[in-house]
């Protein structure tokens, strides 16, 4: 059953219980973080902004929860975006953050990644960008702190957290990007190898990130086949909304979209 907390669009906190079974979507200024349930405990995969603290809090108490049942923060990759308050779940909460340690990096310098394309021409080209730039903008983007000496998250296997999700090893968009399949629940969590939303165009259905904040888009087109094989039903992005009709038809949406 979904019950939406609060619905105020992608500016706004919005936080939807079972997006997919035991996964529940906290969004905010347009970015997706999920809590993941299993037996009373929690992974939260993604981490938003620093401002997207007391809405984990909140999303928490909603699901009738405690700090104490968070066991691990899992991120897909490490830009500052999705690791806004990364640093605070590990002092707070005192759990492990688990990134690819091709990520390691820029998890310590939220601010120093590989990017194809000067991000300033975006909002000059893709005016539909400008308010969902400013969102980020005002949710903190600009004063994400950096986390040293993360865990390691392999680039296969699964990881022995709540919902024991699958690493889907997608670089391209980062060097060490991975999504999250969790095969119980035929759904796999994309992160930014595959949105529905790309932040620098305002562009919506399934595609991949812009230039703007992707390393390298052929890469980031390549990996798209390794989420294919998940033939998961449910894809949850990390931007955008959910997509219900299957990573297969997502991912051929995204090659047909290309690069930009």
Wanted: glycine letters at 10%.
């Amino acid at each position: 059953m979904r019950r939406s907390v609060r619905s105020f669009g992608g500016r706004r906190p919005a936080f939807t219980r079972n997006v997919a079974p035991g996964i529940h979507r906290l969004a905010h200024a347009y970015v997706n973080c999920y809590l993941v349930e299993e037996a009373g405990s929690i992974t939260v995969i993604d981490t938003g902004f620093p401002s997207t603290w007391p809405h984990l809090l909140l999303a928490l108490d909603t699901l009738g929860r405690s700090r104490g049942d968070v066991e691990a923060v899992v991120l897909t990759h490490a830009h500052f975006d999705h690791l806004g308050f990364a640093v605070r779940a590990a002092e707070e909460l005192s759990v492990p953050v688990w990134v690819h340690s091709a990520d390691h990096h820029i998890a310590a310098h939220p601010y120093d990644y590989a990017h194809e394309r000067s991000r300033l021409i975006y909002p000059l080209i893709y005016p539909r960008s400008v308010p969902v730039l400013s969102a980020m903008t005002a949710a903190g983007a600009l004063w994400v702190r950096g986390i040293d000496d993360p865990m390691s998250l392999p680039a296969s296997g699964t990881l022995d957290v709540p919902g024991h999700p699958s690493i889907v090893f997608s670089p391209g968009h980062t060097s060490g990007h991975c999504a999250l399949h969790l095969t119980d629940r035929d759904t796999v969590v994309t992160g930014d190898a595959l949105v529905t939303l790309d932040p620098y165009r305002g562009s919506r259905g399934p595609q991949i990130v812009a230039g703007a904040a992707t390393a390298d888009s052929p890469q980031a087109l390549a990996s798209l086949q390794a989420l294919a094989e998940t033939g998961a039903s449910v894809v949850l992005p990390g931007h955008g909304e959910p997509w219900n009709g299957g990573i297969r038809s997502a991912v051929a949406a995204a090659l047909i979209s290309g690069p930009a």
